[in-house]
Protein backbone atom coordinates (compact mmCIF):
# COMPACT_ATOMS: atom_id res chain seq x y z
CA UNK A 1 0.00 0.00 0.00
CA UNK A 2 1.56 3.24 -0.92
CA UNK A 3 -1.03 5.90 0.33
CA UNK A 4 -0.77 8.03 3.60
CA UNK A 5 -0.48 5.29 6.73
CA UNK A 6 -1.34 6.87 10.27
CA UNK A 7 -0.59 4.80 13.69
CA UNK A 8 -2.53 3.70 15.68
CA UNK A 9 -5.84 3.22 14.19
CA UNK A 10 -7.72 4.31 17.27
CA UNK A 11 -6.72 5.18 20.92
CA UNK A 12 -8.51 5.55 24.01
CA UNK A 13 -6.40 7.53 26.95
CA UNK A 14 -7.23 9.24 30.49
CA UNK A 15 -7.96 12.91 30.48
CA UNK A 16 -4.36 14.06 31.59
CA UNK A 17 -2.64 12.13 29.35
CA UNK A 18 0.07 12.53 26.40
CA UNK A 19 -0.43 10.84 23.07
CA UNK A 20 1.66 10.87 20.15
CA UNK A 21 0.38 9.95 16.50
CA UNK A 22 2.04 9.38 13.53
CA UNK A 23 2.07 9.75 10.21
CA UNK A 24 3.79 8.30 7.04
CA UNK A 25 3.07 10.16 3.26
CA UNK A 26 3.28 9.21 0.69
CA UNK A 27 6.99 9.06 -0.62
CA UNK A 28 7.46 11.34 -2.82
CA UNK A 29 5.32 13.80 -1.27
CA UNK A 30 7.06 16.78 0.13
CA UNK A 31 3.94 18.41 1.74
CA UNK A 32 2.19 16.97 4.81
CA UNK A 33 -0.75 18.12 6.23
CA UNK A 34 -2.73 17.38 9.50
CA UNK A 35 -6.26 17.93 10.54
CA UNK A 36 -8.85 17.25 13.16
CA UNK A 37 -12.72 16.00 12.55
CA UNK A 38 -15.47 15.97 15.22
CA UNK A 39 -18.43 14.42 14.76
CA UNK A 40 -20.99 15.39 12.34
CA UNK A 41 -18.55 18.13 11.18
CA UNK A 42 -16.01 18.41 8.23
CA UNK A 43 -12.15 18.22 8.76
CA UNK A 44 -10.19 21.63 10.12
CA UNK A 45 -7.25 22.11 9.62
CA UNK A 46 -4.56 22.32 12.07
CA UNK A 47 -0.42 22.70 10.55
CA UNK A 48 1.03 22.25 7.45
CA UNK A 49 5.03 21.42 6.44
CA UNK A 50 6.92 21.67 3.74
CA UNK A 51 9.57 19.27 3.92
CA UNK A 52 10.90 19.39 7.38
CA UNK A 53 9.52 23.06 8.11
CA UNK A 54 6.45 23.53 10.08
CA UNK A 55 5.12 26.78 7.34
CA UNK A 56 1.73 26.90 9.21
CA UNK A 57 -0.57 26.64 12.47
CA UNK A 58 -4.11 27.01 12.83
CA UNK A 59 -5.20 28.78 16.27
CA UNK A 60 -7.07 25.45 16.60
CA UNK A 61 -3.42 24.46 17.38
CA UNK A 62 -2.93 25.41 20.96
CA UNK A 63 0.28 25.01 23.02
CA UNK A 64 -0.33 21.35 24.39
CA UNK A 65 -0.29 20.73 20.76
CA UNK A 66 2.98 19.93 18.80
CA UNK A 67 4.30 18.19 15.42
CA UNK A 68 7.28 17.34 13.80
CA UNK A 69 8.75 16.23 10.91
CA UNK A 70 12.27 15.78 11.49
CA UNK A 71 13.42 14.54 8.15
CA UNK A 72 10.68 15.72 5.96
CA UNK A 73 9.35 12.31 5.96
CA UNK A 74 7.01 10.89 8.77
CA UNK A 75 5.49 13.28 10.98
CA UNK A 76 4.11 12.85 14.89
CA UNK A 77 1.41 15.23 16.48
CA UNK A 78 1.80 14.64 19.59
CA UNK A 79 -1.30 15.92 22.27
CA UNK A 80 0.30 17.20 25.91
CA UNK A 81 -2.28 16.84 29.17
CA UNK A 82 -5.29 15.36 26.94
CA UNK A 83 -8.78 17.24 27.44
CA UNK A 84 -12.27 15.56 26.91
CA UNK A 85 -12.30 17.95 24.28
CA UNK A 86 -9.33 16.57 22.51
CA UNK A 87 -11.74 13.45 21.30
CA UNK A 88 -11.66 13.48 17.65
CA UNK A 89 -10.23 11.83 14.65
CA UNK A 90 -7.12 13.35 13.44
CA UNK A 91 -6.31 12.92 9.84
CA UNK A 92 -2.81 13.21 8.00
CA UNK A 93 -2.77 14.05 4.27
CA UNK A 94 0.71 14.53 1.95
CA UNK A 95 0.56 16.37 -1.56
CA UNK A 96 3.37 17.01 -3.93
CA UNK A 97 4.36 20.71 -4.33
CA UNK A 98 2.79 22.30 -7.17
CA UNK A 99 0.62 19.07 -7.80
CA UNK A 100 -2.86 19.92 -8.51
CA UNK A 101 -4.83 17.16 -7.21
CA UNK A 102 -5.31 18.39 -4.03
CA UNK A 103 -4.14 16.25 -1.13
CA UNK A 104 -4.15 12.69 -0.06
CA UNK A 105 -5.38 11.70 2.95
CA UNK A 106 -5.14 8.85 5.50
CA UNK A 107 -7.62 6.42 7.44
CA UNK A 108 -6.93 8.97 10.52
CA UNK A 109 -6.47 7.99 13.84
CA UNK A 110 -9.55 8.13 16.39
CA UNK A 111 -8.49 9.70 19.31
CA UNK A 112 -10.94 9.35 22.72
CA UNK A 113 -10.27 10.73 26.06
CA UNK A 114 -12.12 9.47 29.14
CA UNK B 1 -11.36 31.68 0.39
CA UNK B 2 -15.29 31.41 -1.02
CA UNK B 3 -17.85 30.28 1.27
CA UNK B 4 -20.05 27.36 -0.10
CA UNK B 5 -23.97 25.99 0.07
CA UNK B 6 -24.67 22.33 -0.44
CA UNK B 7 -27.74 20.64 1.08
CA UNK B 8 -27.39 18.45 3.54
CA UNK B 9 -28.49 15.30 2.60
CA UNK B 10 -29.72 13.93 -1.10
CA UNK B 11 -30.47 10.50 -1.59
CA UNK B 12 -30.31 8.33 -5.30
CA UNK B 13 -31.72 5.16 -6.28
CA UNK B 14 -28.90 2.95 -7.45
CA UNK B 15 -27.39 2.65 -10.89
CA UNK B 16 -28.96 6.55 -11.47
CA UNK B 17 -26.92 9.25 -11.71
CA UNK B 18 -26.27 11.49 -8.77
CA UNK B 19 -26.59 15.00 -9.29
CA UNK B 20 -24.68 16.99 -5.91
CA UNK B 21 -24.75 21.30 -6.68
CA UNK B 22 -22.83 23.57 -4.97
CA UNK B 23 -23.20 27.36 -4.35
CA UNK B 24 -20.21 29.52 -4.17
CA UNK B 25 -21.05 32.76 -5.57
CA UNK B 26 -18.11 34.11 -3.93
CA UNK B 27 -15.94 32.68 -5.64
CA UNK B 28 -12.48 34.58 -6.90
CA UNK B 29 -10.96 34.26 -10.64
CA UNK B 30 -7.97 32.34 -9.30
CA UNK B 31 -9.89 29.54 -7.45
CA UNK B 32 -10.58 26.03 -8.56
CA UNK B 33 -13.61 23.89 -7.28
CA UNK B 34 -12.61 20.61 -5.68
CA UNK B 35 -14.69 17.87 -4.94
CA UNK B 36 -13.67 15.61 -2.16
CA UNK B 37 -16.06 12.35 -0.46
CA UNK B 38 -15.70 10.97 2.72
CA UNK B 39 -16.97 7.60 3.27
CA UNK B 40 -17.97 6.89 6.45
CA UNK B 41 -14.73 6.20 9.50
CA UNK B 42 -12.43 6.76 6.26
CA UNK B 43 -10.09 10.13 5.24
CA UNK B 44 -11.60 12.20 2.41
CA UNK B 45 -11.37 11.38 -1.08
CA UNK B 46 -10.17 13.08 -3.78
CA UNK B 47 -12.73 12.62 -6.64
CA UNK B 48 -12.39 15.98 -9.14
CA UNK B 49 -11.71 19.65 -9.31
CA UNK B 50 -11.92 22.52 -12.60
CA UNK B 51 -11.41 26.22 -12.89
CA UNK B 52 -13.90 27.06 -15.78
CA UNK B 53 -14.14 24.38 -18.42
CA UNK B 54 -16.24 20.64 -17.25
CA UNK B 55 -14.16 17.69 -16.31
CA UNK B 56 -14.57 14.36 -16.56
CA UNK B 57 -12.40 11.44 -15.01
CA UNK B 58 -13.09 7.76 -13.96
CA UNK B 59 -15.11 8.48 -10.93
CA UNK B 60 -17.47 11.88 -11.83
CA UNK B 61 -17.87 15.04 -14.44
CA UNK B 62 -17.70 18.23 -13.08
CA UNK B 63 -20.14 20.68 -14.12
CA UNK B 64 -19.17 24.54 -13.44
CA UNK B 65 -21.56 27.17 -14.93
CA UNK B 66 -20.29 30.04 -17.06
CA UNK B 67 -20.56 32.69 -14.30
CA UNK B 68 -18.48 29.77 -11.91
CA UNK B 69 -21.14 31.03 -9.39
CA UNK B 70 -22.15 27.16 -8.72
CA UNK B 71 -21.35 23.74 -9.85
CA UNK B 72 -22.56 20.17 -9.76
CA UNK B 73 -20.57 16.88 -9.33
CA UNK B 74 -22.14 14.18 -11.34
CA UNK B 75 -21.59 10.22 -10.72
CA UNK B 76 -23.21 9.11 -13.31
CA UNK B 77 -24.03 5.37 -12.57
CA UNK B 78 -24.25 5.75 -8.57
CA UNK B 79 -23.43 2.11 -6.69
CA UNK B 80 -24.04 1.49 -3.01
CA UNK B 81 -20.33 2.26 -2.37
CA UNK B 82 -20.89 5.94 -3.58
CA UNK B 83 -22.68 6.97 -0.22
CA UNK B 84 -20.55 9.14 1.64
CA UNK B 85 -20.72 13.14 2.71
CA UNK B 86 -19.19 15.03 -0.24
CA UNK B 87 -17.82 18.23 0.07
CA UNK B 88 -17.65 21.31 -2.46
CA UNK B 89 -14.19 23.37 -1.84
CA UNK B 90 -12.78 26.18 -3.49
CA UNK B 91 -9.36 26.73 -3.76
CA UNK B 92 -6.78 28.35 -4.90
CA UNK B 93 -2.89 28.46 -4.48
CA UNK B 94 -3.62 27.80 -0.54
CA UNK B 95 -1.95 24.91 0.98
CA UNK B 96 -4.92 24.18 3.33
CA UNK B 97 -8.68 22.65 2.32
CA UNK B 98 -11.30 24.74 4.03
CA UNK B 99 -14.14 22.15 4.51
CA UNK B 100 -17.69 22.72 5.24
CA UNK B 101 -20.75 20.69 6.26
CA UNK B 102 -21.11 18.75 2.72
CA UNK B 103 -23.66 16.80 1.77
CA UNK B 104 -24.57 13.19 2.84
CA UNK B 105 -25.62 10.96 -0.22
CA UNK B 106 -27.39 7.97 0.54
CA UNK B 107 -27.65 5.93 -2.49
CA UNK B 108 -30.86 3.59 -2.56
CA UNK B 109 -30.94 0.14 -3.26
Known amino acids: DTGVSQNPRHKITKRGQNVTFRCDPI?????LYWYRQTLGQGPEFLTYFQNEAQLEKSRLLSDRFSAERPKGSFSTLEIQRTEQGDSAMYLC????????????FGQGTRLTVV | DAKTTQPPSMDCAEGRAANLPCNHSTISGNEYVYWYRQIHSQGPQYIIHGLKNNETNEMASLIITEDRKSSTLILPHATLRDTAVYYCIPRAGSYQLTFGKGTKLSVIP
Open chain 1, 93 to 104: ASSLEGGSNGAF
Open chain 1, 27 to 31: SEHNR
